[in-house]
């Protein structure tokens, strides 16, 4: 195998035949990097040298422990000057001037009165007091001799030495002479360590105060991640608000603000306390700074809560422990206690917890409900769990419409007497007929109370879940009526309003769940008629008013500033069914969450309690049914039935229909086709004739109307 090889030779130098070189194209390299300056060089060594974590490290301990010893020094002198002066007392007066308390300010003058009496005896007793001291000094030191004089002359006696008599004097002398030499020696090394004990002593001051700035803490101190709250730190955070009328004030107050507080109080996973504004300071310039405060006092902002109590010029902060509220609940006793009943007139549904950790539970006794909140908060959830709670009451009556359709109410199969789940216009249209037909009933039960002040009626609940498909739905009737929209002729608002104004009295309540509420798909007189409001996440404020009213929001209510997917089932609920603490116009509260299977569970519970009372049947849209026919059908060729069996033979000809009548029901068809049922041999009866008489007056008059 033959190698190339390559011959350097001159360009004069001609090649030889036995070889044959190779000719290379010689590429000269580049040229050499220009070096970098040196005042480049060292400025970015200086940079990574200065901008170097140790660096920092080493600069913020240097600045810390100096300014420890420093500061602590300031904080020492001032701790003396308070105990020779009456300055500390100066100072509690003018904070109770600036806060308006002139009982307080009476008090600490009352005070600060006696410090100066007490202090001017003192100052008085030292005018005699060197004169005092010298009698003293020459009466001790003259006994003192004497005493050890008589000692002496005891041990000369006892031994029979007269030299004894000034042992203990001499043994005296040389103990002095002892104790000045040990401070002549100590003396000097106490000079010298005396400063470094005294900057020491500063030091340990300052830290334990932290008396340096915060870039300079360590990191731990510095973050202040799950720091608890003093009032010192309180005040800290309301004087760094950028309020420059709290700030002055503050600086003012001769306790830089701690007159300002009340009592820090432990309310479940956080504290509470009062803070009383001075004067020249609104609650609304406080509240307005919520996300800053909550800053301030190292926590996020839906960590911290203000509220207006009854006092005036007065807010009350709830500052959660770090961390505390993304800690869910734990599960609802409807869950865990199967023995559980309710009582629809005197119980209250276990819905969740308050801030404080304390149970929340829900009155629902003659209250129409609204629910609202935006989109997959938990508004479903919240509202199912306060119907299985009511539907554990076998009296109480449900007509459902879920406009979602996702089978979030497919529990209720069974306890509801109609339910319509799904969200065309078609299930609108049920939902609207389903709302007059309660209507219908309201009004029947008020014709009853007016004959029978004491009627009592079954609770019946009338819940319409995505009620804003029902407001924006477009679909119109036969008269040109729509189903949707808040006019006077729009069926589902009317229908609503008129059982938001009357429904109450004869226990027929409207219970409404929306979503990202608006003038449109929830009109203002339809929101306002819920006792009971109740509110998730939100977007914007106003909507926040539009949930809850004007004067919730106001006192503090603010579910605009829950947490979006964060916050799912925290509810701020503004009603008189819940206890919510004085001077405050709504509460939080976190829901207990119950899943599909769970909320099944507890439906097969309720089903059980009304088995053999009241069989119900959730039914998608009654059929027409002609109720004077279908009686005269059940009386037959009988001259007259007694009321009871034909209710009987009602039922059994069409259960959906008739399965819950009453005698009521049946005088109510009666009457209205003139043949009213009467009295024989002391039983109520049907009879045939009037019927059949109703029936073909009836009739004429529909072929007269058609001609």
Same mark, same amino acid.
């Given at each position: 195998?033959?190698?190339?090889?390559?011959?350097?030779?001159?360009?004069?130098?001609?090649p030889?035949?036995?070889?044959?070189?190779?000719?290379?194209?010689?590429?000269?390299?580049?040229?050499?990097?220009?070096?970098?300056?040196?005042?480049?060089?060292?400025?970015?060594?200086?940079?990574?040298?200065?901008?170097?974590?140790?660096?920092?490290?080493?600069?913020?301990?240097?600045?810390?422990?100096?300014?420890?010893?420093?500061?602590?020094?300031?904080?020492?002198?001032?701790?003396?000057?308070d105990?020779?002066?009456?300055?500390?007392?100066?100072?509690?007066?003018?904070?109770?001037?600036?806060a308006?308390?002139?009982?307080?300010?009476?008090?600490w003058?009352?005070?600060?009165?006696?410090?100066?009496?007490?202090?001017?005896?003192?100052?008085?007793?030292? !005018?005699?007091?060197?004169?005092? =001291?010298?009698? #003293? &000094?020459? $009466?001790?030191?003259g006994?003192?001799? +004497? /005493?050890?004089?008589?000692?002496?002359?005891?041990?000369?006696?006892?031994?029979?030495?007269?030299?004894?008599?000034?042992?203990?004097?001499?043994?005296?002398?040389?103990?002095?002479?002892?104790?000045?030499r040990?401070?002549?020696?100590v003396?000097g090394?106490?000079?010298?360590?005396?400063?470094?004990?005294?900057?020491l002593?500063?030091w340990s001051?300052?830290?334990?105060?932290?008396?340096a700035?915060?870039?300079?803490?360590?990191?731990?101190?510095?973050?202040?991640?799950?720091?608890?709250?003093?009032?010192?730190?309180?005040?800290?955070?309301?004087?760094?608000?950028?309020?420059?009328?709290?700030?002055?004030?503050?600086?003012?107050?001769?306790?830089?603000?701690?007159?300002? !507080?009340?009592?820090?109080?432990? =309310?479940?996973? #956080? &504290?509470? $306390?009062?803070v009383?504004?001075?004067? +020249? /300071?609104?609650?609304?310039?406080?509240?307005?700074?919520?996300?800053?405060?909550?800053?301030?006092?190292?926590?996020?902002e839906?960590?911290?809560?203000?509220?207006i109590?009854?006092?005036?010029?007065?807010?009350?902060?709830?500052?959660?422990?770090?961390?505390?509220?993304?800690?869910?609940?734990?599960?609802?006793?409807?869950v865990?206690?199967?023995?559980?009943?309710?009582?629809?007139?005197?119980?209250?549904?276990?819905?969740?917890?308050?801030?404080?950790?304390?149970?929340?539970s829900?009155?629902?006794?003659?209250?129409?409900?609204?629910?609202?909140?935006?989109?997959?908060?938990?508004?479903?959830?919240?509202?199912?769990?306060?119907?299985?709670?009511l539907s554990?009451?076998?009296?109480?009556?449900?007509?459902? =419409?879920?406009?979602?359709?996702?089978?979030?109410?497919?529990?209720?199969? +069974?306890?509801?007497?109609?339910?319509?789940?799904?969200?065309?216009?078609?299930?609108?249209?049920?939902?609207?007929?389903?709302?007059?037909?309660?209507?219908?009933e309201?009004?029947?039960?008020?014709?009853?109370?007016?004959?029978?002040?004491?009627?009592?009626f079954?609770?019946?609940i009338?819940?319409?879940?995505?009620?804003?498909?029902?407001?924006?739905?477009?679909?119109?009737?036969?008269?040109?009526?729509?189903?949707?929209?808040?006019?006077?002729?729009?069926?589902?608002?009317m229908?609503?309003?008129?059982?938001?104004?009357?429904?109450?009295?004869?226990?027929?309540?409207?219970?409404q769940?929306?979503?990202?509420?608006?003038?449109?798909?929830?009109?203002?007189?339809?929101?306002?008629?819920?006792?009971?409001?109740a509110?998730?996440?939100?977007?914007?404020?106003?909507?926040?008013?539009?949930?809850?009213?004007?004067?919730?929001?106001?006192?503090?209510?603010?579910?605009?500033?829950?947490?979006q997917?964060?916050?799912?089932?925290?509810?701020?609920?503004?009603?008189?069914?819940?206890?919510?603490?004085?001077?405050?116009?709504?509460?939080?509260?976190?829901?207990?969450?119950?899943?599909?299977?769970?909320?099944?569970?507890i439906?097969?519970r309720?089903?059980?309690?009304?088995?053999?009372?009241?069989?119900?049947?959730?039914?998608?849209?009654?059929?027409?049914?002609?109720?004077?026919?279908d009686?005269?059908?059940?009386?037959?060729?009988?001259?007259?039935?007694?009321?009871?069996?034909?209710?009987?033979?009602l039922?059994?000809?069409?259960?959906?229909?008739?399965?819950?009548?009453?005698?009521?029901?049946?005088?109510?068809?009666?009457?209205?086709?003139?043949?009213?049922?009467?009295?024989?041999?002391?039983?109520?009866?049907?009879?045939?004739?009037r019927?059949a008489?109703?029936?073909?007056?009836?009739?004429?008059?529909?072929?007269?109307?058609?001609?």
């Open positions: 195998m033959s190698e190339n090889v390559v011959h350097l030779h001159k360009p004069t130098d001609p030889t035949p036995d070889t044959a070189p190779t000719v290379l194209t010689v590429v000269p390299d580049a040229p050499p990097a220009r070096p970098m300056p040196l005042w480049v060089r060292s400025g970015r060594a200086i940079k990574t040298g200065v901008t170097h974590e140790r660096t920092k490290s080493v600069v913020r301990a240097t600045a810390r422990h100096g300014l420890y010893t420093f500061n602590g020094g300031r904080i020492a002198a001032r701790r003396a000057w105990g020779r002066t009456g300055s500390r007392y100066e100072r509690m007066i003018r904070a109770a001037e600036a308006g308390n002139l009982e307080a300010a009476e008090e003058e009352e005070r600060l009165q006696r410090f100066r009496a007490a202090r001017h005896h003192r100052r008085m007793d030292l !005018l005699h007091s060197p004169v005092d =001291a010298a009698k #003293g &000094v020459a $009466v001790g030191a006994m003192s001799i +004497g /005493v050890l004089v008589a000692l002496g002359v005891v041990m000369a006696i006892s031994t029979g030495r007269v030299g004894d008599v000034i042992t203990p004097l001499a043994a005296t002398v040389d103990f002095i002479a002892l104790l000045i040990i401070v002549q020696i003396w090394p106490a000079l010298t360590i005396g400063p470094f004990l005294a900057l002593a500063l001051v300052g830290r334990k105060q932290h008396a700035p915060a870039w300079a803490l360590p990191a731990n101190v510095r973050s202040g991640e799950g720091e608890p709250i003093t009032p010192s730190i309180v005040v800290k955070a309301l004087r760094d608000l950028g309020v420059p009328a709290l700030r002055n004030a503050i600086k003012e107050m001769g306790d830089a603000g701690a007159s300002m !507080l009340g009592p820090i109080r432990i =309310a479940g996973c #956080g &504290v509470e $306390v009062d009383t504004l001075p004067s +020249g /300071v609104s609650t609304v310039e406080v509240q307005h700074k919520r996300r800053k405060l909550a800053e301030n006092l190292t926590r996020h839906h960590e911290v809560f203000i509220t109590p009854t006092a005036a010029r007065t807010v009350r902060l709830w500052i959660a422990d770090s961390g505390a509220l993304d800690e869910p609940i734990g599960p609802s006793p409807l865990t206690d199967e023995t559980l009943t309710a009582d629809y007139a005197k119980g209250k549904a276990p819905w969740g917890q308050d801030l404080r950790g304390d149970a929340a829900m009155s629902v006794y003659q209250r129409h409900l609204l629910v609202t909140g935006l989109s997959n908060q938990g508004k479903t959830a919240a509202l199912r769990a306060l119907a299985l709670w554990l009451d076998r009296s109480v009556q449900f007509w459902l =419409a879920d406009l979602k359709g996702a089978g979030d109410w497919r529990p209720f199969d +069974g306890i509801a007497s109609v339910l319509i789940q799904g969200p065309t216009d078609d299930h609108v249209i049920q939902a609207t007929e389903m709302a007059e037909d309660a209507v219908t309201m009004n029947r039960r008020l014709e009853i109370r007016q004959k029978d002040p004491t009627a009592k079954p609770p019946l009338v819940l319409v879940d995505e009620a804003q498909v029902a407001f924006m739905c477009p679909a119109k009737d036969e008269e040109n009526r729509p189903y949707g929209g808040s006019k006077a002729t729009s069926r589902y608002f229908a609503v309003r008129k059982i938001h104004n009357q429904g109450r009295a004869v226990d027929v309540l409207m219970w769940g929306t979503q990202d509420p608006t003038d449109q798909n929830l009109p203002k007189l339809v929101r306002e008629g819920a006792h009971t409001r509110s998730l996440a939100l977007g914007t404020e106003q909507q926040s008013r539009m949930a809850l009213g004007d004067k919730a929001v106001n006192g503090g209510a603010a579910p605009h500033l829950l947490r997917g964060l916050d799912k089932g925290t509810l701020v609920v503004a009603s008189d069914g819940i206890a919510i603490p004085a001077g405050q116009a709504s509460i939080t509260v976190r829901t207990h969450f119950i899943d599909d299977d769970a909320a099944q569970a439906a097969d309720a089903k059980a309690l009304r088995d053999g009372v009241t069989t119900l049947h959730a039914i998608a849209h009654e059929e027409e049914h002609d109720a004077l026919a009686i005269a059908a059940v009386i037959g060729d009988a001259t007259r039935v007694r009321t009871k069996d034909v209710l009987a033979r039922a059994a000809l069409n259960t959906a229909a008739y399965g819950d009548w009453s005698f009521l029901d049946l005088k109510r068809v009666l009457d209205a086709a003139g043949a009213s049922p009467y009295k024989s041999d002391g039983v109520m009866c049907v009879a045939r004739d019927v008489r109703a029936l073909a007056d009836r009739n004429t008059e529909g072929s007269a109307s058609a001609e």
